[in-house]
């Protein structure tokens, strides 16, 4: 596609529940990121695939966080047992990735978002 | 670890100039971006400095001083489509390899007439 695309939009659960937040990154992009976006806060890294490579979870604020991305495209962002505090936009962005280092290669384009909110 | 600095408001006037700094504290350095986010909207690419010195693309220049752990976003000829937030943003090198972005707060920028 065009660009990076994330669903649903906007989520809306009860505290408890699991969510599925899901991104499809630019064709061809190898690195995908999550992050969450906090209201008055930056952006915090969640977690970050780059091909094959095992992923860098070190930003997951605990273990109820996941995430997997099939086929090297399409990845989930899961959480489970959400608690208020989970509430955030959780944003996605790819990279290419490549080897072949330029300007472009190198910089993260960003999905609309998913704005989760736990009752 | 990174730490980035900037400021939370500002406020313009349309036709002015203003400038946003960052300041940053990094334990590895490869570059430092500006992204422009309009409410409710996603972070878009502004700008990418990894040398000192200024890079300008039309109404947008940014600055880096490296020894000094400082950027600047300057934005000229301001128009009210402008108002929105500026997020400066450090890439790690770590070993890791993953070009990490740590993203600074963000400085709302208003525009008024």
């Known amino acids: 596609g065009a660009g990076v695309s994330q669903s649903p939009s906007n989520k809306v659960t009860e505290k408890g529940k699991d969510v599925e937040l899901r991104c499809d990154p630019i064709?061809?992009?190898?690195?995908l990121y999550w992050y969450r976006q906090s209201l008055g806060q930056g952006l915090e890294f969640l977690i970050y695939?780059?091909?094959?490579?095992?992923?860098?979870k070190s930003g997951l604020p605990s273990d109820r966080f996941s995430a997997e991305r099939t086929g090297g495209s399409v990845s989930t962002l899961t959480i489970q047992r959400t608690q208020q505090e989970d509430s955030a936009v959780y944003l996605c962005?790819?990279?290419?990735?490549?080897?072949?280092?330029?300007?472009?290669?190198?910089?993260?384009?960003f999905g609309p978002g998913t704005r989760l909110t736990v009752l | 670890g990174q730490n980035i600095d900037q400021p939370t408001e500002m406020t313009a006037t349309e036709g002015a100039i203003v400038q946003i700094n960052c300041t940053y504290q990094?334990?590895?350095?490869?570059?430092l971006f500006w992204y422009q986010q309009h409410a409710g909207e996603a972070p878009t690419f502004l700008s990418y400095?990894?040398?000192?010195g200024l890079e300008e693309k039309g109404r947008f220049s940014s600055f880096l001083s490296r020894s000094k752990g400082y950027s600047y976003l300057l934005l000229k000829e301001l128009q009210m489509k402008d108002s929105a937030s500026y997020l400066c943003?450090?890439?790690?090198?770590?070993?890791?390899?993953?070009?990490?972005?740590?993203f600074g707060k963000g400085t709302k920028l208003s525009v008024i007439p």
């Open positions: 695939f780059q091909g094959n490579s095992a992923p860098d």
């Open positions: 943003a450090v890439r790690d090198n770590s070993g890791a390899g993953s070009y990490q972005l740590t």
């Open positions: 064709s061809g992009h190898t690195a």
């Open positions: 400095n990894v040398l000192d």
């Open positions: 990094t334990s590895g350095f490869n570059g």
């Open positions: 962005a790819s990279r290419y990735g490549g080897l072949e280092v330029t300007l472009s290669t190198d910089t993260q384009y």
